[in-house]
C-alpha cells in the first residue's frame, strides 16, 4: 500500500506548484511600518509606465478605487503630464508641496520575465529587465520605469514594488511586493486585476478609512 502513497504525493506536489504558477497575481512579500496608525486622506499616485495608456489605466483606475472609499488621490500623470521617463526628482518634490498630499503611493517594476515559444513544445524563461535598489524617501524613486515590451511573448512575469511613502517624514510606511502574469494580449485587463488586489492589500494593513 506504502508504494503507491510516494506516486501520489509527488502528484499531488506538481498539482500544487502548477495551480500556484497559474495564479494570476501573487504576494511575495509585505511591509507596513508599525509604528504608523493614521489612515489614508490625500494621496498622489505614480505608476512607473513607460507608454502614456498604460500610465493613465493604472492611475486613473487606482484613482477612482480610492474615491470610491472616500480617499482623496491624484494621478500623476494630470500634474505631470509629460513623459514618466523624464519627470526629475525635483519637480516631483515642487508638486508634492503645491498639492499638499500627505502621502505619496509608488508603483514600479523591478523584474520582468518571459516565456517565449519558439516552437511547438519549446519554451523557455528569459530576464528581460531588472532594476535595482532605491536610496531612501519618496523623492528617490524616479529612477527606471515599468516597460510593457511590445515583442510578441505569450506570457510575461512582472514582478511590481509598491511604495507608500508619508510626506511629513519622508519614509516608507508600507511596501508590497508582488508577481503578476501578464499576457500578451491583455495587459490591460492585468492592471484592472492587480488595482483591486492592491487597494485589498492596503486596506487589510488598516491604511484605508
Not at 491624484?74 to 515642487?94: F, M, N, Q
Not at 511547438?120 to 528569459?126: F, M, T
Amino acid at each position: 500500500m506504502k508504494r503507491f502513497q510516494r506516486p501520489m504525493f509527488f502528484i499531488s506536489l506538481l498539482l500544487l506548484i502548477l495551480v500556484t504558477s497559474c495564479t494570476p497575481i501573487k504576494n511575495l512579500h509585505e511591509w507596513k511600518d508599525p509604528a504608523y496608525t493614521k489612515t489614508l486622506h490625500n494621496t498622489l499616485i505614480i505608476a512607473r509606465v513607460e507608454q502614456a495608456y498604460m500610465r493613465d489605466q493604472f492611475e486613473n483606475f487606482l484613482t477612482s478605487q480610492f474615491n470610491s472609499l472616500g480617499i482623496a488621490a491624484i494621478p500623476s500623470y494630470k500634474v505631470l503630464p509629460h513623459s514618466a521617463a523624464k519627470i526629475t526628482r525635483d519637480e516631483v518634490v515642487e508638486k508634492v508641496h503645491q498639492l499638499g498630499v500627505d502621502s505619496v503611493l509608488v508603483i514600479r517594476s523591478i523584474m520582468q520575465e518571459s516565456m517565449v515559444n519558439y516552437q511547438p513544445g519549446g519554451a523557455y524563461y528569459a530576464a528581460t529587465a531588472t532594476s535595482g535598489t532605491f536610496g531612501d524617501g519618496w523623492y528617490a524613486v524616479y529612477v527606471g520605469a515599468i516597460v510593457f515590451p511590445m515583442r510578441e511573448y505569450d506570457i510575461d512575469y512582472f514582478t511590481l514594488s509598491t511604495q507608500l511613502f508619508d510626506v511629513e517624514s519622508k519614509r516608507p510606511i508600507w511596501s508590497d511586493l508582488s508577481r503578476i502574469k501578464v499576457s500578451s494580449s491583455s495587459r490591460q485587463a492585468a492592471i484592472n486585476k492587480f488595482v483591486p488586489f492592491l487597494v485589498r492589500k492596503l486596506d487589510e494593513s488598516h491604511l484605508l478609512e
